[in-house]
């Protein structure tokens, strides 16, 4: 689990598991958060902006941290340049992290971006496992592949009753398929894939 005993987020769930997405103003000129809630709207994972207001949230050197709903670090983000990001484990500001992943951007095209994903460390198979992300962030459509297996995809949600219409964009789905263990990770790779666009408009 991911520091919080309260979800029952362990890694040989045998069905897809949902987390929906929002994102939360902190304030006048400040960047928002983006919160990850289960079914009952209980608060699992957050993804904050950097604590230095004098940071630029645009800045390649810009650190988004992955908190769960304790407030604990889990991971470290660094835009390492304008199409490529580096994962930590923990908070790097402390110094007590490890080098996870490694995303690049393959493809920037208006209706279509894609990434390859190294994973290292304890995510490992041996040296390195690959993986790769592809979607369209205006549709909120984003999906993350390991080998030939979709291991989660985004979508935007319904409202239910007569003529569907969709819920505003600031929120939408994530579906976590059986197994991978580490939602953690999944939920720091969504927050690259939407990484600058307005997902709250």
Known sequence: MD????FPFQSNFEIPFDLFVRKKSEGLGTPGSL???????HLVY????????????NSTR???LLTDASGDTLFSVNRVNKGSWKGFRGNVNSGDTGFIFKVNRTLDEFSRKEFDIVLVGDHSE???????????????SCTIYKGDSIVAETSLMYKLGIGKAFVPRNRFR???FPGFADH???VSLVAIFFDGRKIWI
């Open 3 to 6: 520091g919080n005993s309260e």
């Open 35 to 41: 919160r990850f809630t289960d079914s009952k709207g």
């Open 46 to 57: 957050r993804v904050q902006p950097p604590i230095d207001n004098s940071t630029n949230w």
């Open 62 to 64: 810009c650190t988004k």
């Open 126 to 140: 041996g040296s390195k496992t690959e993986m790769k992300m592809k979607g369209c962030p205006f549709k909120r």
């Open 174 to 176: 994530v579906t976590i």
């Open 184 to 186: 953690g990770l999944i």
